[in-house]
């Protein structure tokens, strides 16, 4: 609505104030400039003639918004507000990763973009939304595979992993996996998941913790035991502190060909010599008298591009299962205690500690060859190749039938295959 103040034609300069021996006078002067005392003096204007005032109501913040949000606004050094438009490409970059979810594909789409595509729908916490989180990560991960996350440590996050089960299934091309201390056991899904054509790229597993026996240890080498496919480029196994692991759940590791490290501390071993020859014998592993560093969990560490939403998903997690406690009746000091006796024992694997210390370190590791090129070979490795020469000459001329006895699986290997 537009209002106008009335005006006469000419323009009024408005009062004029003198002081005279002490007193203040207001004085009018006339149109001509002649000095008029006995005029009434004419109303003040407060706005000068064919000022305008327009009066805007009920409008819509959005609007608003939606053109400010084109433009960069900064302050400048003497605090003075200066902006500048986006260019073209934020803000189509803004718009995709906003509606990243509704993406029918990135196969073939430039890495570089795609990264920042990535960032930008991570900085609007687009992957912890359920239902559309999981439908854009799998996406980037069909795509790129190892660059949106080639090493996962999920130590000590087993919230992470019940609330996010789905989308930590989703990564592929994953190199290390760390899932030390999260009591998964031998019927969880992430545990089956481990055989997966999708992670026959991991190398290093830490399995530290997590309740496992010699069901589970069967169950996750039987297809590299039959079919060759699953974790057969597995170079680095951490099996410690799962006292259900017997000297039978051993055997099955025999398997893992390319393994180079392999710790057993605190399982449930009861002829430890005979485990230690046995390993030194089919996959050439030695006991290590010190504690190797590739098992102080220092390398595993979170890497790719989406490091952050692992975080994210951990802040979302530890807030969900807060709020569930606080909407739950509590005790008083007691209750207290005990959930701080809780939370330090899920920082720290007490279990770990105490089958450390009862059967001591039992990490073993692959000796490295001795180059060829190098001094002539001693006595001893003379007779150590004689003797695995003639052994070899032994296997070979061993009859047929002792050779399909080997092969041979039995019932439950053969359920144990049908059901993948």
Request: net charge neutral; proline share 3%; aromatic share 8%.
């Amino acid at each position: 609505m537009a209002y106008y103040l009335n005006s006469e034609t000419h323009v009024d300069p408005g009062p004029i104030y003198v002081r005279e021996n002490g007193q203040l006078h207001m004085v009018n002067l006339a149109l001509d400039g002649v000095k008029n005392s006995l005029q009434k003096p004419r109303p003040f204007r407060l706005f000068p003639k064919g000022f305008s005032v327009e009066l805007c109501m009920n409008r819509e913040d959005t609007a608003q918004k939606e053109k400010t949000d084109h433009f960069i606004f900064t302050y400048t050094r003497e605090g003075n507000l200066r902006y500048s438009a986006k260019s073209l490409f934020s803000l189509v970059l803004g718009f995709i990763s906003d509606n990243v979810d509704h993406i029918d594909s990135l196969i073939g789409f430039p890495e570089q973009i795609a990264e920042k595509l990535f960032s930008a729908a991570e900085a609007r916490q687009k992957f912890t939304e359920p239902g559309a989180g999981l439908r854009a990560l799998q996406k980037f991960t069909e795509a790129y595979g190892s660059l949106v996350l080639c090493s996962l440590c999920l130590r000590n996050r087993y919230l992470v992993i019940a609330e996010k089960l789905e989308e930590i299934k989703s990564f592929r091309e994953l190199t290390r996996l760390d899932l030390s201390c999260c009591k998964l056991g031998d019927e969880h899904e992430l545990l089956e998941h481990l055989t997966n054509e999708a992670l026959s790229s991991v190398t290093q597993l830490h399995l530290k913790d997590n309740c496992l026996s010699d069901a589970g240890i069967r169950k996750m080498t039987a297809p590299v035991r039959v079919m060759k496919r699953g974790l057969e480029n597995l170079t680095l196994l951490d099996l410690s502190c799962n006292p259900e692991i017997t000297d039978a759940g051993i055997g099955y590791l025999f398997s893992f060909r390319k393994l180079n490290c392999l710790d057993i501390s605190g399982t449930g071993l009861k002829d430890i010599k005979a485990v230690k020859d046995k390993l030194q014998t089919h996959i050439g592993l030695v006991h290590s008298k010190v504690p190797l560093k590739e098992f102080d969990h220092s390398n595993c560490k979170t890497e790719g591009w989406a490091d952050q939403i692992v975080l994210q998903w951990e802040r979302v997690s530890v807030e969900a299962v807060r709020q569930r406690k606080d909407a739950e009746s509590r005790k008083a000091a007691q209750y207290f205690y005990q959930k701080r006796a809780l939370s330090e024992a899920s920082r720290k694997c007490l279990l770990a500690d105490t089958h450390m210390n009862s059967s001591g370190k039992l990490q073993f590791y692959r000796e490295k060859v001795p180059d060829c090129h190098g001094p002539l070979l001693s006595q001893e490795s003379k007779k150590s190749k004689k003797r695995a020469f003639e052994q070899s000459e032994q296997e070979q001329s061993a009859p047929q039938s002792a050779k399909q006895k080997c092969m041979c699986l039995a019932v439950e290997d053969w359920d144990l295959l049908n059901s993948y």
